[in-house]
């Protein structure tokens, strides 16, 4: 009887965690369930092993992040004490505690099921993105900007339902385009080759200059790493690439943007993406000049960083948006100072070596997509980075025990 509850328990959890690899369908608050049921449901299925919950010291380290949030958050001087910080950065508590104790065999699909549910969901958002354009735009809309934006990127920006940024949403789509390389000649050949096409042609349309540059950059690391593919499927597939790049809009208008306005700064009613991130970088080293031993506490960075904007810039571009650091390593040492950031480096340099000891492609990939895009958002800040690196990377952690396992 114990034996048989431990496998319906073992079935619910991996239900669960394929329910976590469908989290950009959801809200926050969806998302969030799911975590907490997989870890009630692990809490129970431990009970009923009759298994002690395991707590390794380098398991510890993983949960450092939240550690260094909550630390300041307690112990910061002149800053108040910010629990909505604390319960951002609680994932970083979570997932490395919870994973740990599922067993490893649970993971064993992890790249024949479940990143196929992740790219399936990812897939219906993009299909819902382009109907809804279609719904309110003509289809030459696609070849339409405005301000150096396309009109298309505009109306994913304005939508209510799945508002994901296009730079994260990107990034979901590029995990996608590599998945679908690697899977290419092993199953759903055709089904892989239309995602690969499809994800591609998305993340030209929502121009993100970044990811526009990791996904080719991703794309040629995938390749020159072993994978088999014919002339007549990687040609056109180059050729997609790089014919969007020259006659979908917005694009190159962006592109240009940033060498523009890189130093221009915002003035009166001109800013934008590039003029406004240069500000944002002049503040944080500013700020950071003055407070680099102990940090200004993570509820005082963006009064701290919108007091600058004030100083030093004669246009009202802060007012009515939140311009946190966009950069989530300068977010670390601004709100906890040099330790905090010095523990986090250590957190950071952990996560890599144990990461790239898997020699895993995808999970290269998706760990230099996310530090790449450490230093242009806050990306663990927010809830669709923090879930989605921390889902992949103690997945693969996971999925990595597993085949230790099969192996001896």
């Not at 240009?256 to 003035?267: G, H, I």
């Not at 330790?339 to 986090?344: A, C, E, N, T, Y």
């Amino acid at each position: 009887m114990c034996y048989m509850k431990k496998d319906k328990l073992l079935v619910i959890i991996t239900f669960l965690i394929g329910c976590l690899f469908t989290f950009p369908l959801f809200k926050e608050n969806i998302s969030s369930i799911f975590l907490i049921a997989t870890t009630v449901v692990t809490v129970f299925y431990l009970s009923t092993a009759k298994k002690k919950i395991l707590l390794k010291k380098q398991h510890l380290i993983y949960t450092l992040p939240f550690f260094i949030v909550l630390c300041t958050n307690i112990f910061a001087i002149n800053a108040e004490i910010d629990w909505k910080n604390v319960s951002k950065s609680l994932m970083f508590l979570i997932f490395p505690l919870v994973f740990f104790n599922i067993p490893a065999n649970v993971f064993k699909n992890l790249e024949t099921k479940f990143i196929y549910i992740f790219k399936f969901s990812c897939l219906i958002i993009s299909s819902f993105y382009i109907i809804s354009f279609l719904l309110n735009h003509s289809f030459s809309d696609f070849f339409n900007e405005s301000y150096n934006e396309s009109v298309f990127r505009k109306h994913v920006y304005s939508i209510a339902i799945f508002k994901i940024h296009p730079t994260y949403f990107s990034l979901f789509l590029n995990v996608g385009i590599i998945h679908s390389l690697l899977r290419f000649k092993k199953e759903l050949k055709y089904l892989n080759l239309f995602t690969f096409i499809f994800s591609l042609i998305m993340i030209l349309l929502l121009s993100s200059r970044l990811m526009i540059v990791i996904s080719f950059i991703s794309i040629i690391y995938a390749v020159t790493k072993g994978i088999s593919i014919k002339k007549r499927y990687f040609i056109p597939i180059i050729a997609v690439f790089f014919s969007g790049l020259i006659f979908l809009p917005g694009i190159k208008s962006r592109f240009l943007e940033a060498y523009n306005d890189f130093n221009n700064p915002p003035k009166g009613m001109y800013f934008n993406s590039t003029n406004i991130r240069k500000s944002i970088i002049s503040c944080s080293f500013e700020i950071l000049q003055e407070n680099y031993l102990r940090g200004v506490g993570f509820s005082n960075i963006q009064t701290e960083l919108n007091e600058c904007y004030a100083a030093n810039y004669d246009s009202k571009f802060y007012e009515n948006h939140d311009y946190l650091t966009h950069n989530y390593l300068m977010y670390i040492f601004l709100g906890s100072g040099i330790l905090g950031f010095s523990i986090f480096l250590f957190y950071l340099f952990t996560v890599i070596r144990n990461c790239l000891k898997i020699k895993n492609v995808l999970l290269n990939v998706v760990l230099f997509n996310c530090i790449a895009l450490f230093f242009v958002e806050d990306f663990l800040y927010r809830h669709y980075g923090l879930f989605f690196f921390n889902l992949f990377v103690f997945s693969y952690l996971k999925f990595y025990e597993y085949t230790l396992k099969e192996n001896v």
